[in-house]
């Protein structure tokens, strides 16, 4: 079974970093892509960045410039290292997998994607 486990979310103040993990098992991520999400409390969930089985990268443009995905194959670890964080960045943030179709960008709505590990929250404060 596939299991997706995020970490590392905070409080931190305008400017600030952190870097987010998801460690997963029982995953070929060869053929997969990857993903975080963020979702606010009464909004949809959406897209922040994808990583493909080969490496290639996309990132929504409210993040373009700013965050940073990527992953560690040898230990299937997936990372998003977030720089100069605002306020409206405060969100649930959510790793996710999936191996269905061809498409990965952070554009693709988050019911295409199968697994999901629990959320971890991010709140920057001004």
């Known amino acids: 079974q596939v299991q997706l486990a995020d970490s590392g979310g905070g409080s931190v103040q305008a400017g600030g970093s952190l870097r987010l993990s998801c460690e997963a098992s029982g995953f070929n991520y060869r053929t997969a892509c990857m993903a975080w999400f963020r979702q606010v409390e009464g909004k949809e969930r959406e897209g922040v960045a994808t990583?493909?089985?080969?490496?290639?990268?996309n990132y929504a443009n409210s993040v373009k410039g700013r965050f940073t995905i990527s992953k560690e194959d040898t230990k299937i670890t997936l990372y998003l290292q977030m720089n100069n964080l605002q306020p409206e960045d405060t969100a649930r943030y959510y790793c996710a997998a999936t191996y269905r179709g061809s498409w990965c960008s952070a554009s693709r709505l988050a019911p295409t994607f199968d697994f999901w590990g629990q959320g971890t929250q991010v709140t920057v404060s001004s």
């Open positions: 990583i493909s089985g080969d490496g290639s990268t």
